[in-house]
């Protein structure tokens, strides 16, 4: 008799206290979309059919709207492009069920069928994404406010951030967070880094091939390495790629953090990985010794197939192995 399938486990998204509350924050933000333009809010939940539609009808592509995100009046608003790249799933999700007992719904439903609805406005996004920048979307709208491509970054979505660089994204635009703030200044690098979510060390290798500065400018008086470490808990996968990117391992002391945070942070450099690299002096000295290391063991265990000197080895560890990163 075959065995009947193992139940799943309840786990929800958020009690139901915490998904009240998003669902308010949603409907306060969502407060004035009624009176955007129709391409907009189809843009903004990711609605296919409604957006071909409007393209048909000749709207134009790179529509500007004001939202309850945009830091003032002379910002200009955001493009069709830069809604569909940046709203997030669970605004989608919202807005698409349209009341609060529609987002409890989803937020008390399991894991598989979370998983499922997630795959599904994936390939929305996509699918919107891909048919504005048919219709000439530009990847690169004029204004101070988030870039299509930094939106993508922030989301974790891997397929909209190779298809806005192949678009032409400019992959070192800056976005000041704070007008007034001279020091809160995010690259699209910078916020994978800071947001982590999705295949972020996937997508941080992708901004750093195009072209990514590897040091952009300070965020709070930190590196984007510092902030790497600082949320190292979430995903260590981003250190080896940003350093082989040339992101410089910031000193044991950091001045600009003051006394206090001198242990804290020196105990943050404390990372068997980290160190390595410190003491091989960069990430590039420790790659070329651990390929010597790699090369020195499995070099003796061909030469029944190839002589040593053959640069067959060195292509097998080259391509079995992540040099340098571990």
Request: charged share 20%; hydrophobic share 45%.
């Amino acid at each position: 008799m075959a065995e009947a399938p193992e139940a799943e486990a309840h786990d929800p998204a958020y009690t139901p206290d915490q998904a009240r509350d998003r669902a308010a924050r949603f409907a306060s933000k969502l407060a004035t979309t009624p009176a955007w333009p129709a391409i907009s809010r189809a843009a903004h939940t990711l609605d296919l059919d409604a957006l071909r539609r409007e393209l048909a009808a000749r709207v134009g592509v790179d529509t500007l709207v004001m939202g309850t995100e945009d830091e003032g009046i002379n910002t200009g608003g955001r493009t069709p492009l830069q809604l569909a790249s940046a709203v997030t799933n669970e605004m989608v999700i919202y807005r698409r069920g349209g009341t609060e007992e529609a987002f409890l719904g989803w937020a008390a439903s399991s894991p598989s069928r979370r998983g499922e609805i997630d795959e599904g406005i994936h390939a929305d996004r996509i699918a919107c994404v891909a048919l504005l920048l048919g219709h000439g979307a530009s990847p690169n709208p004029v204004g101070p406010l988030k870039t299509p491509l930094m939106g993508a970054a922030r989301n974790g979505n891997l397929p909209i951030v190779n298809m806005l660089l192949s678009a032409g994204s400019d992959v070192n635009a800056l976005y000041r967070c704070a007008p007034n703030f001279t020091d809160d200044v995010w690259s699209a690098l910078f916020l994978t880094v800071l947001s982590q979510r999705g295949d972020c060390a996937a997508i941080a290798d992708a901004l750093l091939k195009a072209g990514a500065d590897p040091n952009p400018p300070e965020h709070a008086e930190r590196s984007l390495m510092e902030w790497a470490i600082w949320i190292s808990d979430r995903d260590r996968c981003l250190w080896p790629v940003l350093l082989r990117g040339g992101a410089i391992l910031p000193p044991r002391v950091n001045p600009n953090n003051g006394n206090a945070g001198f242990q804290a942070w020196n105990n943050q450099l404390a990372r068997p990985y980290l160190e390595k690299i410190e003491a091989a002096g960069s990430w590039t000295a420790y790659e070329k010794a651990h390929r010597a290391k790699l090369l020195a063991t499995f070099t003796p265990k061909f030469t029944h197939l190839v002589p040593a000197s053959s640069p067959i080895v060195p292509l097998i560890v080259e391509y079995s192995f992540h040099l340098g990163f571990y």
